[in-house]
């Protein structure tokens, strides 16, 4: 059973508008969640993460909404450029400050920003 | 930096051969990971090691063995290749939880099992 659920496998923009990405989560525990942005042939890369006591966090072109009662995040990337071209994966946790972070990542949401 | 270092990049199997894939990290990182990506999976825990001498079975375990080698090395076996463990494998490596630091991940080892 998929705890955590990107139902968008892709998603096409113009550059300089916003791209939304959206995430859900089926398990209560979890307290704390993160993007990762990959490019092909490269490993997953860090962009954002959010704490459950947030509901908005916030890195210059990348903003992380989390609505706990809906079991929902989104990641905006205002504007969007041709380099966010990448597969973005939404990741939870739980236990946060444990010896051990054991991520459950999403299945992925393909993003194409056109020039 | 190197950061998280796996070798090797690609590699061929017949069925019922064994390997060992390695993860070498330089950023002086407690525990470290392995996970496998597939089509429409997103990516799954095989195992962890919260820290040296310490290993735990993640989400997707049988079929492999792990051994931490020393704090930079977490080696990923294959005992007896099956087909359905072709796939691409990240290994990664993050410092303690409570001080924020993510999970940093090499660029992968794309496997194939004939």
């Known amino acids: 059973d998929q705890q955590v659920k990107q139902n968008s496998p892709s998603l096409s923009v113009q550059e300089g508008r916003i791209s939304i990405l959206n995430c859900d989560y089926t398990?209560?525990?979890?307290?704390?969640f993160l993007w990762y942005k990959k490019y092909p042939a490269e490993g997953p890369t860090f962009l954002i993460s959010?704490?459950?006591?947030?509901d908005k966090n916030e890195d210059g072109r990348f903003t992380v909404f989390l609505n706990k009662s809906a079991k929902h995040l989104s990641l905006h990337i205002v504007p969007s450029q041709p380099g966010d071209s990448a597969v973005y994966f939404c990741?939870?946790?739980?236990?946060?400050?444990?010896?051990?972070?054991?991520?459950?990542f999403g299945t992925g949401t393909l993003l194409a920003v056109q020039p | 930096n190197a950061g998280v270092t796996q070798t090797p990049k690609f590699q061929v199997l017949k069925t019922g051969q064994s390997m060992t894939l390695q993860c070498a990290q330089d950023?002086?990182?407690?525990?470290m990971y392995w996970y496998r990506q597939d089509p429409g999976m997103g990516l799954r825990l095989i195992y962890y090691s919260a820290s040296e001498g310490t290993t735990d079975k993640g989400e997707v375990p049988n079929g492999y063995n792990v051994s931490r080698l020393n704090k930079r090395e977490f080696s990923l076996r294959l005992e007896s290749a099956a087909p359905s463990q072709t796939s691409v494998y990240f290994c990664a490596s993050s410092g303690l939880g409570y001080i924020n630091q993510p999970q940093h991940f090499g660029d992968g080892t794309r496997l194939s099992i004939l």
């Open positions: 398990n209560s525990m979890f307290d704390y």
């Open positions: 959010i704490s459950s006591i947030k």
């Open positions: 990741a939870a946790l739980s236990n946060y400050g444990g010896a051990t972070n054991k991520l459950i």
């Open positions: 950023m002086n990182h407690n525990s």
